[in-house]
């Protein structure tokens, strides 16, 4: 039996997820806030998840099983429209919840109603050889900017407000991979988002980590998803044109041409609702100074698309900082070739 009115509720869908399940539901039943029910969807597990779970007698659990899987989007959207909670908790079956991070989250919804998402930062763990931990942007601008690029959220972490996704009647896309991405930009402008700046969970890597299972299809999905997002933005992308977008979101810039980038950028800077939003011309001069820096190096050519560039101008990016670089790669050159001779 569950509580009947909590604040919020906790979802976390599990396919085949018996390895680490203690630890996952162990961390939600062991916060420091307690005003929540644990709505745990088994979606089809041919192992012993279903069995793990069933041995809690916690009554703020409830299970909820699917007769076959139906996959991560279907789920959460199946499991929200059952939860009674103001709020909603995501969580994965490998990962682990620091014990204050529903008090946290749901104080930082408390102070604004207007505030659709809130977040925090991860601490990798599991195959890496050292723990890591991934920082995300705090402000609703730097967030929603971010959003044109690449995923501002971890997942698992996200308190959700309830009341504003059934107000704009926003669901998971239910599509197989990007899924959560695709949910922040359809909800991006209408709701205010915020990443609390501190670890809050510890994200697990696996080897069937959602993004690494397939990463050909991962990426498709998430340039699909991001050609969609353009598109409402009155901007029209052609296929190598979503491929620089995506590699710019990953600063993947060692695989990108100068040239081409410079044109992406000073396309996407044309549009109205880019040029009009500080945090994203931020961003767009960012990351094109990045671009710049592994992308020109030694290259003659590259120089002399630099200094003739809209985006030099327009950015205001020195020359003196490309000679920088090329001065850079000239030295170490000559250093190694001293050291060969050296050794000779």
């Known amino acids: 039996m569950s509580i009947k009115n909590p604040k919020v509720s906790v979802l976390m869908p599990v396919y085949n997820g018996e390895k680490y399940l203690r630890e996952a539901i162990d961390s939600i039943l062991n916060q420091t806030f307690t005003d929540f029910e644990f709505l745990i969807i088994d979606d089809g597990s041919t192992d012993d998840s279903r069995k793990i779970i069933s041995h809690y007698t916690d009554k703020r659990i409830r299970l909820i099983k699917n007769k076959q899987n139906l996959g991560l989007a279907r789920s959460l959207n199946k499991v929200i429209e ?12 490998d990962d682990i919840s620091l014990p204050n991070r529903l008090q946290l989250q749901v104080s930082e919804m408390e102070k604004n109603a207007n505030l659709g998402v809130v977040g925090s930062w991860v601490e990798i763990f599991g195959k890496a050889k050292d723990n890591n931990i991934w920082k995300y942007p705090e402000s609703n601008d730097e ?4 959003l044109l690029l690449h995923c501002c ?35 991006n402008k209408n709701l205010e988002y915020k990443n609390v700046q501190q670890v809050l969970l510890k994200y697990r890597i696996t080897n069937s980590s959602l993004s690494r299972g397939n990463k050909d299809a991962y990426s498709e999905s998430i340039r699909n998803i991001q050609k969609e997002y ?20 990953l600063s993947e810039f060692k695989k990108l041409m100068l040239h081409e980038t410079e044109a992406w950028i000073s396309k996407l800077i044309s549009s109205d609702e880019i040029n009009n939003n500080f945090y994203t011309m931020d961003l767009l001069k960012k990351q094109w100074k990045k671009s710049l820096k592994w992308s020109i190096i030694g290259s ?19 020359a003196l900082l490309r000679l920088k670089y090329l001065l850079n790669k000239f030295l170490i050159k000559k250093n190694r070739e001293l050291s060969i001779l050296g050794s000779n």
Not at 158 to 181: A, F, H, M, T, W
Not at 235 to 246: D, F, R, V
């Open 82 to 93: 059952l939860s009674l909670g103001l709020y909603l908790a995501r969580m994965d079956a």
């Open 300 to 318: 003659p050519r590259a120089m002399y698309l630099f200094l003739f560039s809209k985006l030099h101008k327009r950015f205001n990016i020195p």
């Open 143 to 146: 967030i929603s900017s971010q």
């Open 230 to 249: 353009l598109k409402k933005m009155k901007i029209e992308t052609s296929p190598s044109e979503l491929i620089i977008h995506y590699m710019l979101g």
């Open 153 to 187: 959220f971890a997942h698992p972490t996200v308190l959700i407000n309830k009341r504003l996704i059934n107000q704009y009647n926003y669901s998971y896309p239910e599509i197989r991979y990007g899924e959560d991405y695709a949910f922040w930009l359809k909800m």
